[in-house]
């Protein structure tokens, strides 16, 4: 069966569930408010279906030749079905000439859910996101800047988010690029 992608401001009273998911998937201190998300991202921040099921949530930021997968989450009672891996598969069909990319939380023995972040990491490389070697730190958290295909520089990440969110609060969130 194929996903569908429903974008936020279509989902109805589903918008609920996706701020639930959203708000309960992602610390406090690695997301913005909702509400911004609703106001950046309408048309690229999606609701996923697997007919009328709902399955999780992902926001993507489209600039120039680059997507990134700003937020990817999976409802919990559907984690673990592949549900990620095949929502990462439709987005390398859905953008074949752009460049693919997505943060992941940085790695290490100092952080008490370091076996979380090292299964992320490693569900991203199964499914071709790699480390570019570059850290980014977003709101004081650092994260490894990884990519599907050809690479994608922190200055490139940087573009994307002024494209976002401007000059000024590029600067003030991402003051190590």
Not at 121 to 145: C, H, I, K, Q, S
Request: aromatic share 16%; glycine share 6%.
């Amino acid at each position: 069966m194929s996903l569908r992608y429903v974008p936020i401001a279509e989902q109805g009273d589903d918008v609920q569930r996706t701020k639930y998911l959203f708000e309960s998937a992602f610390p406090e201190e690695e997301r913005p408010p909702f509400s911004m998300m609703l106001s950046w991202n309408h048309d690229t921040f999606f609701g996923v279906y697997e007919e009328e099921k709902y399955i999780g949530l992902v926001d993507l930021i489209v600039h120039q030749d680059l997507v990134y997968v700003f937020f990817l989450a999976i409802e919990e009672k559907c984690r673990g079905e592949g549900f990620g891996t095949r929502i990462l598969s439709d987005l390398k069909l859905r953008y074949p000439n752009r460049r693919l990319f997505l943060l992941a939380e940085e790695t290490g023995e100092e952080y008490p859910d370091n076996a979380l972040r090292e299964r992320r990491l490693r569900f991203y490389a199964r499914n071709g996101f790699f480390p570019t070697g570059d850290v980014v730190t977003e709101f004081g958290v650092r994260y490894f800047l990884l990519c599907a295909g050809d690479p994608v520089s922190k200055e490139e990440f940087v573009d994307v988010m002024r494209s976002l969110i401007g000059e000024e609060n590029a600067r003030r969130f991402y003051s190590n690029v």
